[in-house]
């Protein structure tokens, strides 16, 4: 498996979480964005072996006007080939900007599967994160995915956030079920160094997000949405083959400012940064790398074991594995954080929410 990653870094506004590559009032700047975008592009048209899937994420994707989507999707299916021949075509969108006409040129351009960002469906909550969207316009933009066809849609729900009670949460499950989502993903809230919501002191909320993940995982699993990794939940046959294929170390490559690519072994990044990459576009000059690494060794085999102890069905148990990390799983073992089963190694369902403090073990 191979997949594709193309980043739209423009949003309306900027939420006072957001530490996304990201940048807010320079819509101006999409059609020079486009350009580079195909510049970067074209330099992995001799790539062999092609893509299985795409994922547009952003920033806010949706942002962009139907010809701009136009252009987006040429600069893509130049690359992939026709986008509706892939595995899998993702288009992230939110739901202030999502139309229905964007979301009809979407489908007929090839893309099955959109993911919408509801967070939460009390406008209060909304307002306080700073989202440019309320619940009617989710409801509205979810309607026209429906509409113009789409089968598969995600949505996002946030835990944890400043003024938020659990009934509240109950409430945005609720809605989102009685819509029947065919994939489900939670977030905490994160309060991020060089944010606003850093700048003004807001505190995370680790017990109440742990307590509503704990509830939403047990009422998406009651509606027929299995939690196949951490944060993500699906119908069957609905999980995300993009992400699975990251989890299971499969290479992905990523075009735009911070995107990160997986590619013959090798681990990197875009720089961010908006006018670096345009910048480097004008020059005609490759971008160069925020990092690029090979991981090796331990630190390889760490690394496959982080990422597949993400997902519900966790890892196969390999010799090499058990060989280099023997005492550690050992010790997780009996602190109960993990079990053995047929073979493989997975976080105990009940403790996924501690899934960092495993991961910790292996770094
Ligand atoms: S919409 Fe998403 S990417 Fe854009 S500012 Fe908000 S959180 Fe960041």
């Known amino acids: 498996m191979r997949g594709l990653y193309v980043h739209v870094p423009f949003c309306r506004s900027k939420c006072g979480y957001c530490d996304f590559a990201s940048e807010a009032g320079r819509g101006e700047l999409v059609p020079a964005y486009l350009d580079a975008l195909a510049a970067e592009a074209g330099r992995y048209r001799a790539l062999e072996g092609g893509f299985d899937t795409l994922y547009v994420g952003g920033g806010t994707p949706s942002l962009l006007s139907p010809a701009q989507l136009e252009r987006l999707v040429s600069v893509i299916s130049g690359l992939t080939g026709p986008v509706a021949d892939l595995k899998e075509a993702t288009f992230e969108a939110n739901p202030e900007s999502l139309t229905s006409e964007k979301a009809v040129l979407l489908r007929k351009a090839g893309f099955g599967r959109a993911s919408l960002g509801l967070q939460a469906c009390q406008d209060r909550l909304l307002e306080a994160l700073g989202r440019p969207h309320r619940c009617a316009d989710f409801l509205r933009a979810y309607g026209a995915l429906r509409e113009a066809g789409f089968d598969n849609v995600s949505a996002d729900l946030m835990t944890g956030l400043p003024g938020q009670t659990a009934e509240d949460f109950d409430d945005s499950l609720r809605t989102l079920l009685e819509l029947r989502p065919e994939h489900v993903s939670f977030y905490a809230l994160e309060v991020h160094e060089g944010t606003a919501f850093g700048a003004a002191g807001v505190k995370e909320a680790p017990d109440e997000a742990a307590e509503m993940y704990e509830r939403g995982s047990a009422a998406l699993e009651a509606a027929g949405l299995a939690r196949y990794e951490i944060s993500n939940f699906a119908r069957p046959g609905r ?13 992905y490559l990523g075009l735009g400012p911070a995107a990160a690519s997986y590619l013959d072994g090798e681990r990197r990044a875009n720089a961010p940064g908006l006018d670096a990459y345009l ?85």
């Open 279 to 363: 910048a480097a576009a004008a020059a005609g000059a490759p971008l160069p790398p925020q990092y690029s690494e090979r991981l090796e060794g331990r630190a390889a085999k760490a690394e496959r074991i982080m990422l597949g102890l993400r997902k519900s069905a966790g890892i196969e148990l390999s010799d090499d594995i058990f060989i280099e990390f023997g005492g550690e799983i050992g010790r997780l073992l009996e602190a109960g954080l993990v079990e053995k089963e047929a073979g493989r190694l997975r976080i105990r369902p009940e403790k996924l929410y501690l899934a960092n403090a495993v991961f910790r073990e292996f770094v």
């Open 239 to 251: 999980e995300s083959l993009h992400n699975l294929n990251y989890w299971d170390q499969g290479e």
